[in-house]
């Protein structure tokens, strides 16, 4: 079956970095776009970020346009996101989602909770 | 951006109940707009997609209509299962979500 796992969440302080990480499996990893969406507590979805099935086009939210990083190996079947700069109001949990067609989200993550505070 | 306005916010209502949660766009996505139903501690399940079409595994006591920028989620015949938030999401310009209504138990 589809699996999508999130790691590397945790408490980090302001300004600094920490990497996401989503490994894929149960489907060809290779041939799926990606994107990134968070949550913050008891808040809404956000849309942060997309790569396309090869990593040759990417895409971001002005919210984290210039901190954020969304790449992928498909040799290992895992996407990544890249937070640089972390800020308090990054804090949310941060779900991997596998787009149908650029459309709705048909496979999602169990979440990975970032916590940004000193 | 398109933005997606949901209502209301949360609501109270029984088992058995008819409820009906509305979302409207900023601007016209045609029937580019799916429904997910979210339990604490989980992540999204899809219940609605292209505005109006079932997903596979949901109950048809829900169902979905509208188009252009006025959609509706309807829930005939509310469940114990069926308290939970609910939101919107439209996919005709990049990707953006209601802000969510919270079905409770009365």
């Not at chain 1, 346009?65 to 109001?89: A, E, Y």
């Not at chain 2, 505005?51 to 469940?79: H, M, Y």
Request: one cysteine or more.
């Amino acid at each position: 079956q589809v699996q999508l796992v999130e790691s590397g969440g945790g408490v980090v302080q302001p300004g600094r970095s920490l990497r996401l990480s989503c490994a894929g499996s149960g489907f060809t990893f290779g041939s799926s776009a990606f994107h990134w969406v968070r949550q913050a507590p008891d808040k809404g979805l956000e849309w942060l970020a997309l790569i396309s099935y090869d990593g040759s086009h990417t895409d971001y939210a002005d919210s984290v346009r210039g901190r954020f990083t969304i790449s992928r190996d498909n040799s290992k079947s895992t996407l990544f996101l890249q937070m640089n700069s972390l800020r308090p109001d990054d804090t949310a949990t941060y779900y991997c989602a596998r787009p149908y067609l650029s459309s709705w989200y048909d496979y999602w993550g169990q979440g990975a909770l970032v916590t940004v505070s000193s | 951006a398109v933005q997606l306005t949901q209502s209301p916010s949360s609501l109270s209502a029984s088992v058995g109940d008819r409820v009906t949660i509305t979302c409207r766009a900023s601007q016209d996505i045609n029937s580019a707009l799916v429904w997910y139903q979210q339990r604490p501690g989980r992540a999204p399940d899809l219940l609605i997609f292209d505005a109006s079409k079932l997903a596979s595994g949901v109950p048809s006591r829900f169902s979905g209509s509208g188009s252009g920028t006025d959609f509706s989620l309807i829930i005939s015949g509310l469940q114990p299962e069926d308290f939970a938030t609910y939101y919107c999401q439209q996919y005709r310009h990049y990707w953006t979500f209601g802000q969510g209504t919270k079905v409770e138990i009365k």
